[in-house]
């Protein structure tokens, strides 16, 4: 499924791309902590990187999620894991709730730029008092008129400072936490959202994160995505693809650190021989190589069951799985290289510390791995029956 002949041709498009657009800027982008969003995503736009898996209408190319993987996992060839992260946001974040649940009328003015390269997304659910705990938000969005009106803050928006519109939950109703929230598209543009701070970070320096201000945020009710109250359920969906992209993301990552370690201990000497000589690293490379070899093939299974069922529970363990398990790999596997580096590993120009520093946030966004364990628990049935009140 993953190894048709349209699957090679985008993936050396992506390559090709990664190659000439992105890398030879990293450097600059991660001094600057902030790489241009708009420039870039219009060049991708282009190619119809954008829209994989979006539908023909709007632009996209209609094309089942192996090939969306296929892109993430390509884009892990970038040197830093910030602008793969920032353009899963715009392809797998932000948008397939948009795509899936969306008006048409609401597709043709959002969606259909988005995939274009014309407009910059942001998803809009964390907050400074909730981050995993989805159900815990605060932002408010009470009806008013015609018009919803937004106040409440979110916190860590990658792409926050240069965004056109965000695809934001908020509570619209004083009901159950899991049914009193729904998804809003927000233009960045609107009287009362303030771009508060581009918050500074130990990693993912060269993708923008910010915290944002809505007060007395005016929008049309028509900006809803779905029905009203649906939006934390249909926040959950959309976190399988989000977590699926982060972890294929993942795989060449990986393996370019490794690669890039198996090249420093070869010409690096200590005690008379190359360290890679030395039994115990070369050993340990190859078990980490297993590693992400495994971690591929669960990858691959579990896209392969989301094209055949969106909405499967199987789909929501195994996406839980890959995301728990790219982002403890991806820290043994960093961890272990940069011993072997030595102290160029503990500086800051190696490209083995810089992955060290970026992939420590895939054990926490979108899920922390604590959450990650107990929705696979629930769905493995393991979880202890709840106490009576």
Known sequence: MFNSQEHADLRKTVARFVDQEINPHIDEWEAAKIFPAKEL????????????????????????????????????????????????????????????????????????????????????????????????????????????????????????????????????????????????????????VERARKIDKIGMNGSDTAQIFFDEVRVPQRYLVG????????????????????????????????????????????????????????????????????LRALIYRTAELYTENHDSPEVAKLASMCKLKVGRLAREVTDSSLQYWGGMGFSSESIVSRFYRDYRLTSIGGGADEVMLGIICKLMGTLPPKRKE
């Not at 282009?46 to 094309?63: D, F, R, V």
């Not at 948008?95 to 988005?114: M, Q, V």
Request: proline share 3%.
């Open 227 to 294: 029905q009203e109250g649906m939006g934390f359920s249909m926040q959950m969906q959309q976190f399988q693809e989000e977590r699926m992209f982060g972890s294929a993301m993942g795989l060449k990552g990986m393996e370019l650190v490794l690669q890039a370690t198996i090249d420093y201990t070869r010409d690096r000497k200590a005690f008379g021989q190359s360290l890679l000589d030395n039994q115990v690293i070369h050993f340990r490379l190859a078990e980490l190589q297993t590693e992400i070899e495994a």
């Open 41 to 192: 995503f219009k060049k991708l736009g282009n190619l119809g990187m954008l829209g994989i898996s979006k539908p023909e209408a709007y632009g996209g190319m209609g094309l089942d999620y192996s090939f969306s993987v296929a892109f993430a996992e390509e884009l892990g060839r970038t040197h830093c894991g910030g602008i793969p992260m920032a353009i899963g946001v715009q392809t797998d974040m932000a948008t397939p709730a948009l795509a899936r649940f969306g008006s048409k009328e609401l597709c043709r003015e959002f969606l259909a730029p988005a995939i274009a390269g014309d407009m910059v997304a942001s998803i809009g659910v964390s907050e400074p008092g909730a981050g995993s705990d989805v159900a815990g938000l605060k932002t408010t969005a009470r009806k008013n008129g015609g018009d919803y009106v937004i106040n409440g803050t979110k916190m860590w928006i990658t792409n926050g400072m240069q965004n056109d519109w965000i695809c934001l939950l908020a509570n619209t109703s004083e009901g159950a936490p899991h049914r009193n929230k729904s998804m809003i598209i927000v233009p960045m543009d609107t009287k009362g």
